[in-house]
């Protein structure tokens, strides 16, 4: 359904805006940091390396906000993040950016696909090392 854009913000007086939930607003981007100063949004919220493969969400906002880019290191991308990725966009490979990815880089999302976070499977192999 439509609703007139009184009081948002930029918006033509009368002009309809869309409502649309909060999750199909996320939009998604991969990309490579071109600079250090991005902080992972992940698990390990670090700063992600200049050139380091990265994740992109951006959120839509709302009638009180602008949309806002979070980024998370390839390592902390999550299975529902994947998911959401794959739900969105029907394929991995139709997702923005992933053409201007190196091949490897390619490869390695693709392999994401429905797997585990790097960062979980860490965590793994240390409790199961921690184990024996």
């Not at 869309?18 to 990309?31: D, G, I, N, T």
């Not at 991005?38 to 994740?55: F, H, V």
């Not at 994947?82 to 950016?97: D, F, R, T, Y």
Request: with cysteine; aromatic share 6%; net charge positive.
């Amino acid at each position: 359904s439509l609703a007139p854009a009184a009081g948002v913000p930029g918006a033509a007086a009368g002009a309809p805006v869309a409502e649309v939930p909060l999750a199909a607003m996320a939009e998604y981007q991969w990309s490579y940091a071109p600079t250090n100063r991005a902080t992972c949004r992940g698990a390990c919220k670090e700063k992600i390396a200049k050139g380091a493969l990265r994740l992109a969400i951006i959120d839509g906002g709302n009638d009180h906000h602008h949309p806002t880019t979070y980024f998370r290191c390839f390592g902390c991308v999550t299975d529902k993040q994947i998911s959401n990725l794959e739900n969105a966009h029907g394929a991995m490979e139709q997702v923005p950016g992933f053409d201007g990815l190196a091949a490897e880089d390619q490869a390695r999302v693709l392999a994401r696909g429905g797997g585990q976070p790097a960062a979980k499977a860490k965590a793994k192999a240390k409790a199961k090392a921690a184990e024996a």
